[in-house]
T-cell receptor
Framework: DGGITQSPKYLFRKEGQNVTLSCEQN?????MYWYRQDPGQGLRLIYY???????QKGDIAEGYSVSREKKESFPLTVTSAQKNPTAFYLC????????????FGSGTRLTVV | GNSVTQMEGPVTLSEEAFLTINCTYT??????LFWYVQYPGEGLQLLLK?????DKGSNKGFEATYRKETTSFHLEKGSVQVSDSAVYFC????????????FGQGTRLTINP
């Protein structure tokens, strides 16, 4: 079945360490997105990519980095520069064009201790 | 810029009650509109969508009508069940620029037996 796979589901890291969250899709979607969700809050866009080897900053890109070397993959690195990294991270993908909406992964909960 | 405003939660209802969650939007042009649902610890799932004015999206007993004159896309269900307890997000698809989805802040719904 086609879908988006995020791994791991839970991730614990020590303060000051970089950590990479995986996002893989087999839907043949061109566009991919990373969102951050904090308790009781909506979704905030971190980065997005509409084609391979190209990506743009979203609303809260500081302290994060991404790459898009393959159409299927869009990993997110949470760097030590991110001041408050503990959150629920959601990856999504879409066909180009806004009539279709997004398909979301099941999320990664990152806890920094 | 484009924005989505949702009814503030949390909303608590008894089983079989009628549900309305309000959503209004600000946008240039004619965006697509969506409702997503998020169950605890999971990603978002597309519930329904409408791509032009007066369209009605429907799924699993939920309905929403794209009202251009009132810039609204209210979610309704005639008889809710305990299993409908979740967080609901309204979203619009930007037409201009990068064609991202813009999400409301989410409304937490709890249904009591």
């Amino acid at each position: 079945d086609g879908g988006i796979t995020q791994s791991p589901k839970y991730l614990f890291r020590k303060e000051g360490q970089n950590v990479t969250l995986s996002c893989e899709q087999n839907l043949n979607h061109d566009a991919m997105y990373w969102y951050r969700q904090d308790p009781g809050q909506g979704l905030r866009l971190i980065y997005y990519s509409q084609i391979v080897n190209d990506f743009q900053k979203g609303d809260i890109a500081e302290g994060y980095s991404v790459s898009r070397e393959k159409k299927e993959s869009f990993p997110l690195t949470v760097t030590s520069a991110q001041k408050n990294p503990t959150a629920f991270y959601l990856c999504a993908s879409s066909v180009t064009g806004t009539a279709y909406g997004y398909t979301f992964g099941s999320g990664t909960r990152l806890t920094v201790v | 810029g484009n924005s989505v405003t949702q009814m503030e939660g949390p909303v608590t209802l008894s089983e079989e009650a009628f549900l309305t969650i309000n959503c209004t939007y600000t946008a240039t042009g004619y965006p697509s509109l969506f409702w997503y649902v998020q169950y605890p610890g999971e990603g978002l799932q597309l519930l329904l969508k409408a791509t032009k004015a007066d369209d009605k999206g429907s799924n699993k007993g939920f309905e929403a009508t794209y009202r251009k004159e009132t810039t609204s896309f209210h979610l309704e269900k005639g008889s809710v069940q305990v299993s409908d307890s979740a967080v609901y997000f309204c979203a619009l698809g930007e037409i201009q620029g990068a064609q991202k989805l813009v999400f409301g802040q989410g409304t937490r719904l709890t249904i009591n037996p």
